[in-house]
């Protein structure tokens, strides 16, 4: 699972993109970031991938058109 959030700090907003693993219920990788950008995403799932090596078979996307 995928998340995207904000926090206020004292020199300006700080954005984290995270993956959490739905099975084990760990955080499996963030990035944080000045700008909320799709590399900040993008880095945090390359993050994830690196650390868990899943299976090519549960890579998929749900995304219904």
């Known amino acids: 699972m ?3 959030t904000y926090m206020p700090t004292g ?3 700080l954005y984290l993109a995270g993956h959490k693993d739905l099975f084990t219920g760990e955080i499996v990788s963030y990035a944080l970031g000045e700008r ?3 590399n900040l995403v993008s880095q945090s799932l ?3 991938v690196t650390a ?3 299976e090519r078979e549960l890579l ?3 995304v219904r058109r």
């Open 2 to 4: 995928s998340d995207i």
């Open 11 to 13: 020199e300006g907003w």
């Open 52 to 54: 868990r090596r899943p």
């Open 36 to 38: 909320l950008t799709r």
């Open 60 to 62: 998929q996307s749900d």
């Open 46 to 48: 390359l993050q994830a």
